[in-house]
């Protein structure tokens, strides 16, 4: 089966400065990549998402690159805000059907 | 659209016993897909329901089951509950008919086990 790592655990960063988590997966079938943003008490939030034929996806302060060859992909996040403050899951879907595989999630921190 | 709905949204239980979970998926959405999350092992895979059939199964007991209906609502069970079961039970849905299809998530049912 398909395992993802995800660095780092948590991370904390000033507002306005930019943040980076990294995810590096193992089954290179796999071919889709989401990010979601979990706060405290809630569901699951899609942020943005990359499928394996594209190699960069952005979304306003949201971007995401993938690098098939190195079977690694990351989330960058620009210009952060106190309530990008969560937890962030990056996952890879392998195999048939709609099955996630999730990292072990990385917590944001925006300080004031 | 309506999203993802699940009762209850909270359950205590006691060890031994068995318990029932709902999840109502995005009208349109033919797979739901069923997760465990818990502190110490994260976001798990449990199975994923797709047109009734189980589609995936994750490594989890055979405890674990579930079923899906024939308006794409499914419900899992969990048998002879287990200190170890206790977790937010999230359940996902997608239209299913690729992997690339993005999942949306309910709210959860938060399990506690006595």
């Known amino acids: 089966g398909e395992n993802v790592e995800q660095h780092p655990s948590t991370l904390s960063v000033q507002e306005g400065d930019s943040a980076v988590i990294k995810c590096t997966y193992s089954d290179s079938a796999s071919n889709y990549f989401p990010w979601y943003k979990q706060e405290l008490g809630k569901r699951p939030q899609l942020i943005i998402d990359?499928?394996?034929n594209v190699g960069e996806k952005k979304d306003q302060r949201i971007a995401v690159t993938l690098n098939k060859t190195a079977k690694h992909f990351s989330l960058h996040i620009t210009e952060t805000q106190p309530e990008d403050s969560a937890v962030y899951f990056c996952a890879a879907s392998w195999g048939g059907g709609n099955k996630l595989t999730f990292g072990t999630g990385t917590q944001l921190k925006v300080e004031l | 659209k309506a999203g993802v709905t699940q009762t209850p949204r909270y359950l205590i239980k006691t060890r031994g016993q068995q318990v029932t979970l709902s999840c109502s998926p995005i009208?349109?959405?033919?797979?739901v897909s069923w997760y465990q999350q818990t502190p110490g092992q994260g976001l798990q895979f449990l199975f994923e329901y797709f047109s009734e059939t189980q589609r995936n199964k994750g490594n989890f007991p055979g405890r674990f089951s579930g079923r899906q209906f024939s308006n794409s609502r499914s419900e899992m069970n969990v048998s002879t509950l287990e200190l170890g079961d206790s977790a937010l039970y999230l359940c996902a849905s997608s239209l299913g008919d690729s992997s690339t299809d993005t999942q949306y998530f309910g709210p959860g049912t938060r399990l506690t086990v006595l």
């Open positions: 990359i499928r394996s």
């Open positions: 009208s349109g959405h033919r797979s």
